[in-house]
Nanobody, 125 residues
Framework: QLQLVESGGGLVQPGGSLRLSCLASGLTLDYYAIGWFRQAPGKEREGVSCISGSDGSTYYADSVKGRFTISRDNAKNTVYLQMDSLKPEDTAVYYC??????????????????WGQGTQVTVSS
């Protein structure tokens, strides 16, 4: 079974940056697509970004496009989410997740069968 562990969350001021990490174990990471999701209090979980495990194609939600960058380091079995120009509305618990295939088909949570425990990101002055 694939296990995913997020890290890198914390408290940051508006306009600041954080880099989240998703460490995979159990199977080789590059076999899987990896998506980042977030859930703020009182809101539905939403897809943020995804990177394909086949060709490395990347996808972003409109709300983060141009500010967030997803990347992977297959040697370290890790996917990163670089978050720049953070806004208070980015405050949420961030999760990484994987579907049982290589492609980023959509941001539908139901397609992602493997989930990390989440890491809290708080953007506040």
């Amino acid at each position: 079974q694939l296990q995913l562990v997020e890290s890198g969350g914390g408290l940051v001021q508006p306009g600041g940056s954080l880099r989240l990490s998703c460490l995979a174990s159990g199977l080789t990471l590059d076999y899987y697509a990896i998506g980042w999701f977030r859930q703020a209090p009182g809101k539905e979980r939403e897809g943020v970004s995804c990177i394909s495990g086949s060709d490395g194609s990347t996808y972003y939600a409109d709300s983060v496009k141009g500010r967030f960058t997803i990347s992977r380091d297959n040697a370290k079995n890790t996917v990163y989410l670089q978050m720049d120009s953070l806004k208070p509305e980015d405050t949420a618990v961030y999760y990484c997740a994987a579907p049982p295939f290589k492609l980023c088909v959509s941001f539908s949570s139901s397609l992602f069968g493997f989930w990390g425990q989440g890491t809290q990101v708080t953007v506040s002055s």
